[in-house]
């Protein structure tokens, strides 16, 4: 039987227009997304699950909460691989470029310039996932 995810939790910082949603187990932060607001999209910084941790869907948790939180907006990210370093975790290298870009795809990012991926509010189904026919 598969244990439960935890749930995201949200921290905002009016300051900076950020804000992070976080997933945490006995206390300790095991998954994080970072998320700017820059008026004309929505900018994820950074999405990173704990390497003991990857592979049960935790990732796809914190994507999903962001693209809810910023439901109707265009979001974009740089397809680039993250490994936080500093926060005690182990050393990761993240997904290489393709299998990242392999995943953004799955959940309505098309490619743009130099690693650039964008999800469009006007291209997502109801579902959350672009139609195919929104290809061109």
């Known amino acids: 039987m598969r244990a439960s995810a ?3 939790s949200w921290q905002s910082f009016p300051e900076l227009r950020e804000e992070q949603v976080a997933l945490h187990v006995d ?6 997304a970072n998320a700017i607001d ?3 999209e929505v900018w994820i910084a950074e999405i990173a699950v704990h390497p003991g ?3 049960r869907g935790l990732g796809t948790l914190l994507l999903a909460s962001v693209l809810a ?3 109707g907006r ?13 926060n005690g975790w ?3 290298t993240g997904l290489p470029v393709e299998a990242l870009a392999a995943w953004y795809s799955r959940h309505g990012f098309r490619a743009g310039a130099e690693q650039r991926m964008l999800r ?3 291209a997502i189904d109801r579902k959350g996932v672009r139609t195919p026919s929104d290809d061109g």
Do not use: K, N
Request: glycine share 10%; with cysteine.
């Open 53 to 55: 941790y990857q592979g």
């Open 38 to 40: 820059c008026e004309d």
């Open 6 to 8: 935890p749930a995201p």
């Open 90 to 92: 182990p050393p990761s």
């Open 27 to 32: 206390g300790e932060v095991i998954g994080f």
């Open 74 to 86: 265009d979001v974009a990210l740089s397809c680039d691989p993250f490994a936080p370093s500093g």
């Open 120 to 122: 469009t509010a006007a």
């Open 69 to 71: 939180r910023y439901s």
